[in-house]
């Protein structure tokens, strides 16, 4: 009788506790998994000791480490983010290791300020993104951390929903992905329409692009700030798509602007522009016809396209207001091997080199200049930053603070927390009102610890940070200047004179010491 007892007792709390992981809001896996779930989290917990005597350390796994990984769940839920005990790392015996050389002098907080992450207090570009070009609806982006381009249908709905929410509660850019502008996108947060190949949301019905389909698009949806014209991505350049019909759902096509049931295929290369010059064109008659700041995002291959763009945006009145580099070790969603590993340069390789060449044509100040391939990381933002980046967008991470445990399924449909998948049911374990808090908060997090950084470097702004303030460490008991390294003259990647006494200037009317 009394095992009875027992049992029946074990039982009814098995069954108490799978009733409230099918009802709690707060763990898609819980949720999904109910039960089984918990053996994530108890391993989790324990995995610091499992690995040391059985798997890997701390910084082993790729491509997001677990302490990487560890701090953004901290970041986004808003707990201790503080690590114990020193670093873990082998400083005499590692390479490509980043160091912030901090000021003798660093610049104080301001008395009154909070000292942890808030997503309600900005941290404002130092450029205005189409001043230099005089658009019409110009603006300062209020934050210098955005979320990166991921579409409808390689994330959820759900997912979406959380990051447009967690970018309104922050103050950030959303950046659409080629998907186009789906119901999800459309939940507070501002956005970057990104306009890849297949053109969706402003196409005709042979896949060409339409000028005046893009423009009602932008009236119909006030959200949108700025257009990103997609060229290529870091995880797969060169590359298109292909969507099946069979799941090319009646939602889908109406936000795609295509059949329902028919493959919707997204080609490898533009068709409203085959060169330079009607790409300029294409830039300017979007502009014009919106007002809206017009950019591009590339990965880097071939030098000749950005020596071309260059050298035509200086002797003409054409140009982009802004361009955003990817690396290629950036992929938020899935690639060939071959492609992920090997084409395209990393982002410390690319951006220096197209920098440069519009620093050389006097251009470079002219530019809003974006980030992207894994910089969610503050060591990582802060030398995008250096380099001469403006912004910086961050997309892996992002997923990271609404549920992803790096399950690497993003290809397959089965992503267990329901982040990116399709499917109702997984879909249902996130909560996008709970998800787009820590979304905020992780943001947030960024922005504090990238701004407690350039005070530390003795300036006011992380756009200010000179890269003479940071070096790498190789294995052979010496460093590199990354000025060295980069072919950087004294000053370069930093904002011209005008721009830093204007956000010198802003930072002082946010609360924040003049330096």
Not at 21 to 47: K, S
Not at 193 to 204: A, I, K, L, N, P
Not at 220 to 235: D, F, M, N, T, Y
Request: glycine content about 12%.
């Amino acid at each position: 009788m009394k095992a009875r007892t027992v049992a029946a007792a074990a039982g009814a709390a098995l069954a108490g506790v799978a009733g409230w992981d099918l009802t709690q809001r707060r763990h898609a896996l819980l949720r999904n998994y109910p039960l089984v779930g918990h053996l994530r989290y108890l391993l989790e917990g324990i995995g610091p000791e499992l690995r040391q005597y059985i798997v890997t350390d701390n910084d082993d796994e790729r491509p997001f480490s677990r302490d990487q990984r560890r701090w953004v769940y901290t970041s986004a839920k808003s707990t201790d983010r503080y690590f114990g005990f020193g670093t873990d790392n082998d400083l005499e015996r590692v390479s490509n290791y980043l160091i912030v050389k901090h000021a003798a002098f660093p610049v104080a907080a301001p008395a009154g300020e909070p000292h942890r992450p808030d997503p309600a207090r900005p941290l404002p570009a130092a450029k205005v993104l189409g001043g230099a070009r005089g658009r019409a609806r110009a603006f300062r982006p209020d934050s210098i951390v955005n979320i990166s381009a991921m579409s409808f249908g390689s994330l959820s709905g759900a997912a979406i929903t959380a990051l447009n929410r967690g970018a309104a509660l922050a103050g950030c850019l959303h950046t659409t992905g080629e998907g186009g502008v789906s119901p999800y996108h459309r939940e507070g947060g501002d956005l970057v329409w990104q306009v890849g190949t297949g053109y969706f949301g402003c196409r005709e019905a042979d896949g060409s692009f339409s000028l005046p389909r893009l423009v009602d698009r932008v009236a119909e949806v006030p959200a949108i700030r700025a257009i990103e014209l997609k060229l290529s991505q870091g995880a797969k350049p060169g590359l298109g798509g292909m969507l099946p019909g069979a799941k090319v759902t009646p939602e889908i096509a109406a936000i795609r602007g295509v059949p329902v049931g028919v493959d919707c295929k997204s080609p490898s290369a533009h068709t409203a522009f085959s060169d330079v010059d009607g790409l300029l064109d294409l830039v300017e008659s979007i502009a014009e016809a919106t007002g809206l700041p017009v950019g591009i995002k590339s990965a880097v291959g071939e030098d000749a396209f950005w020596e071309d763009l260059a050298t035509r945006m200086a002797v003409t009145d054409r140009g982009v207001d802004f361009i955003t580099i990817d690396g290629g070790e950036g992929g938020t969603g899935a690639a060939p091997l071959v492609f992920s590993d090997h084409v395209a340069l990393p982002f410390k390789w690319a951006f220096p080199r197209v920098y440069r060449r519009f620093h050389e044509a006097g251009l470079a100040d002219d530019i809003v200049w974006i980030g992207s391939g894994k910089l969610g990381l503050p060591e990582n933002a802060l030398l995008a930053l250096a380099l001469g980046c403006d912004l910086v967008n961050v997309g892996r991470t992002a997923m990271f603070s609404i549920g992803c445990i790096q399950a690497q399924r993003c290809h397959t449909g089965h992503c267990p927390t329901g982040v990116a998948t399709q499917s109702p049911w997984l879909q249902r374990g996130l909560d996008p009102t709970d998800k787009s808090v820590r979304c905020a908060g992780y943001l947030a997090t960024v922005r504090f610890e990238l701004l407690t950084l350039a005070r530390a470097c003795g300036v006011v702004h992380p756009a200010l940070v000179p890269l003479s303030a940071l070096e790498l460490l190789d294995d052979g008991y010496s460093t590199v200047p990354l000025q060295d390294l980069f072919g950087y003259d004294p000053g370069m990647g930093l904002p011209g004179p005008a721009h830093r006494a204007a956000i010198t200037e802003i930072m002082a009317t946010l609360g924040h010491p003049a330096g």
